[in-house]
């Protein structure tokens, strides 16, 4: 099989270097997470010339390590963060029915009530009802059912001492794929990006910040970047970035890790679990990409932002607590096919880390830098166009006066009906010779209408519309198009982030040797 040897690759790393050493840019975004991506989004629509790096992949740090969830936020009901909700449903929903349709999609949870929990059947009842009137009830009214009805949606749910469930709507999503694609989307409005480009210094001239040296990780290759202005959108590292700046600065964020499991499961699930452990925690138990994802814990975290492990205690921690509300059978340690961590950044300050709001924060350092951390994955594109007001309402206003107003719903690449597209790959061809039901869904639902795109490579070479492994849906084209199209340059870029290998635990040794020569081909 040729498997795309020989096609032309739409990603020419030293030319974007080239690119982004020649020119003066208005804005530099330091961090390809999704803050980092959506402020380049945001600032590029506006008519800025934007540039963006990442000292690893895109979204390779806590951007892909989320619970997934686009959400309002049921546990902030309890802090009486009101407006964070309703602010965070209106985003959901846009994501949802506008931006992200192909991408973002329903899921209803279950809020199990035992006898003697935390809270009471009323209480969770009353917080539904107010959740889902916060989104003006799009999702349905948030209600209580029984425990019939509860485990006719959810058969793995622990039966003894339940006495009744709350309901209520929210999202999920694939975290890394939909970053992927607003990655795209800034390009597509004009950014230029990198990923494995790694700031290693800042640029100043007379005290102010004008730019950064960086390092490409993969090749050692030295550059700069010269910009009027420059964000820091380095999450977890936002305070090390600032203290390039200012070897003095203090410390502006505390972190949070927070590990989650991925499991083979053994039922269908029709609906999450949210299980209440504590006053403020709960214990997720997620439907996701055909598995089972458990999290999370929530624990200070004081060391390198790199080394952020899952340990044993972390593993026994989110067993143990699934199990409040997950019977044994689907607990099992052997089904365990991937565990992930990330860190959390909180605003600094007095307070145990789980009841410290999850707000963003963004600070100015003396050379004029501006850095934003915090925030939720749901607001990405809200975070965006505020930071992108206080960048543009800076005093002496570098970025100029002449910024465009920003359209307020530009979708994502390959906005479509995923039911539509998952029809079509699956039509388009000779019966005999169609595309497997589930290959198609899954393409649908992570590429939307970009699908097509894929569904051309295999036009061309069919071998690319086979299994990459026998036990998951993903196909060889998604690797050619990930080198090619998506910025992908290491197996982990493709076997954790494009596709959804890793998480199924099906990157096996044979898998990444020849996801290896792959991208070499490219
Ligand atoms: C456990 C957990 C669960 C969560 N679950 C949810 C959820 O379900 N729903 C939700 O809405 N939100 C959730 N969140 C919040 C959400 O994931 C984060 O708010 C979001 O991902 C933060 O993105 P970021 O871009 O700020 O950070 P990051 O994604 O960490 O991006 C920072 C980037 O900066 C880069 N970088 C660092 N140093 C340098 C350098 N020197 N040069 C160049 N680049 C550099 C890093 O490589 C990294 O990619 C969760 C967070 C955690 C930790």
Do not use: C
Not at 60 to 76: C, D, E
Not at 114 to 138: I, T
Not at 218 to 235: H, K, P, Q, W
């Amino acid at each position: 099989m040729t498997m795309g040897t020989g096609a032309a690759t739409g990603i020419d790393r030293a030319e974007i270097r080239h690119e982004l050493s020649r020119a003066a840019f208005d804005l530099l975004v330091i961090g390809g997470g999704i803050l980092g991506t959506s402020v380049a989004w945001m600032a590029a629509q506006a008519g800025l010339r934007v540039a963006m790096v990442d000292a690893g992949d895109f979204a390779g740090a806590t951007s892909s390590a989320s619970s997934k969830l686009v959400h309002g936020g049921l546990r902030y009901l309890q802090t009486g963060n009101v407006r964070l909700v309703a602010e965070n449903h209106r985003e959901r929903r846009a994501l949802a029915a506008d931006i992200a349709p192909h991408l973002v999609k329903p899921l209803t949870f279950l809020v199990p009530i035992y006898k003697g929990g935390p809270h009471g059947a009323a209480k969770l009842g009353a917080g539904v009802f107010l959740y889902s009137a916060l989104s003006v009830f799009g999702d349905g009214v948030g209600k209580v059912v029984t425990p019939h009805q509860a485990l006719a949606r959810v058969p793995a749910l622990r039966a003894d001492g339940l006495r009744a469930a709350a309901v209520y709507g929210d999202h999920q999503m694939n975290d890394s794929r939909v970053a992927v694609m607003t990655v795209r989307a800034a390009v597509d409005a004009g950014a230029v990006v990198l990923n494995h480009a790694e700031v290693v210094g800042l640029r100043t001239t007379a005290a102010t910040v004008t730019g950064a040296e960086l390092r490409d990780r993969l090749d050692g290759t030295e550059f700069g970047v010269d910009a009027r202005l420059v964000l820091n959108a380095t999450g977890p590292w936002v305070d090390h970035l600032r203290r390039m700046e200012d070897p003095g600065a203090a410390p502006s964020i505390r972190l949070s890790k927070g590990a989650h499991l991925v499991l083979r499961r053994h039922d269908p699930w029709k609906a999450a679990l949210t299980t209440p452990i504590d006053k403020y925690r709960v214990s997720f138990a997620i439907p996701w990409e055909d598995h089972l994802l458990l999290g999370t814990t929530d624990e200070a975290y004081e060391g390198d932002p790199a080394a952020v492990r899952v340990t044993d205690a972390d593993i026994a921690q989110i067993l143990d607590e699934a199990g409040h509300a997950v019977r044994d059978e689907q607990l099992r340690r052997e089904d365990i096919t991937y565990a992930f961590a990330g860190l959390r950044v909180l605003p600094g300050g007095p307070g145990a880390v789980a009841a410290a709001k999850r707000e963003t924060v963004v600070t100015r350092g003396a050379g004029g830098m501006l850095s934003v951390a915090g925030g939720k994955w749901t607001t990405y594109r809200h975070i965006g166009r505020h930071v992108l007001d206080t960048l543009t309402h800076l005093p002496g206003h570098p970025l100029g006066d002449d910024l465009a107003d920003i359209l307020p719903a530009v979708p994502l690449p390959g906005l479509a009906s995923p039911d539509a597209v998952a029809l079509r790959l699956w039509s388009d061809r000779e019966p005999g010779a169609r595309m497997d039901p589930l290959v198609a869904r899954h393409l649908a639902t992570h590429y939307g209408s970009i699908a097509f795109d894929l569904a051309r490579l295999i036009r061309d070479d069919p071998a690319l519309g086979e299994r990459i492994h026998p036990d998951g849906p993903d196909i060889w084209a998604q690797v050619v198009y990930a080198r090619d199209h998506e910025w992908a340059a290491t197996v982990d870029d493709v076997a954790r982030r494009r596709t959804t290998l890793t998480v199924r635990g099906l990157d096996t040794a044979e898998v990444r040797t020849r996801i290896a020569a792959l991208l070499a081909t490219g």
